[in-house]
């Protein structure tokens, strides 16, 4: 699987972003897929998840209620809208592919087989 991570950009505090990840192959609604992100001089952190069919996400506590994750298996596309973005949200944003068909989104760097490329996200006071 091959993914190509897009949407980021500079943005104002309290302004939106929607990133969007294509993916090649035929398979893809067999992955689970997620966003994690990395600022500078830190680890890569989970952002928010997604099951296989779409039915089950998960969000990191920082994000939660301002961020949003869906994927369309017909598109072999996962997206994340992002609003009221932060300072503290600044990074490279990469989506991720991890194989399976779990009813539980993958919370866990370890967990993704597949990495984009990354696309950065800025976020100005």
């Known amino acids: 699987v091959q993914l190509q991570a897009s949407g980021g950009g500079l943005v104002q505090v309290g302004g939106s972003l929607r990133l969007s990840c294509a993916a090649s192959?035929?398979?893809?609604?067999?992955?689970?897929m997620g966003w994690f992100r990395q600022a500078p001089g830190k680890e890569r952190e989970f952002v928010a998840a997604i099951n296989w069919s779409g039915a089950s996400t998960k969000y990191a506590d920082s994000v939660k209620g301002r961020f949003t994750i869906s994927r369309d298996n017909a598109k072999n596309t996962v997206s994340l809208r992002m609003n009221s973005l932060e300072p503290e949200d600044t990074g490279v944003y990469y989506c991720a592919a991890g194989s399976g068909t779990y009813s539980n989104p993958l919370r866990t760097i370890h967990e993704y087989d597949y990495w984009g490329q990354g696309t950065q996200v800025t976020v100005s006071s």
């Open positions: 192959g035929r398979t893809f609604n067999r992955y689970g």
